[in-house]
Nanobody, 126 residues
């Protein structure tokens, strides 16, 4: 599975961006897709995930109500719509494919994700 993230850029606080993650290869073997981010000097952290089974979504508390994860099966693409952006959202955003054997309690752990994209930089100015 190959993942290509795009859509990052510079935006003012309060603005919006939509990130895309295009998947190719054996995408049918995956059970979901997630987004993580890594701010300068900080560890990578979970942002959002959608599980294919049931279409359930989970979000980090810091983005709940502002970010929305969605997918377009025909395009093999997952999106992260980011609204009301804050300077603290500044980070490199990564998409990753969820390991099919992941249980719910592990879903925010990056160890349960495989085939990471290359990352796309989001910068939010104050």
């Amino acid at each position: 599975v190959q993942l290509q993230a795009s859509g990052g850029g510079l935006v003012q606080a309060g603005g919006s961006l939509r990130l895309s993650c295009a998947a190719s290869g054996r995408t049918s073997s995956r059970s979901g897709m997630g987004w993580f981010r890594q701010a300068p000097g900080k560890e990578r952290e979970f942002v959002a995930v959608e599980r294919w089974s049931g279409g359930t979504t989970y979000y980090a508390d810091s983005v709940k109500g502002r970010f929305t994860i969605s997918r377009d099966n025909a395009k093999n693409t997952v999106y992260l719509q980011m609204n009301r952006l804050k300077p603290e959202d500044t980070a490199v955003y990564y998409c990753a494919a969820l390991n099919p054997r992941t249980i719910l309690s592990e879903i925010t752990s990056e160890d349960r994700y495989e085939y990471w994209g290359q990352g796309t930089l989001v910068t939010v100015s104050s």
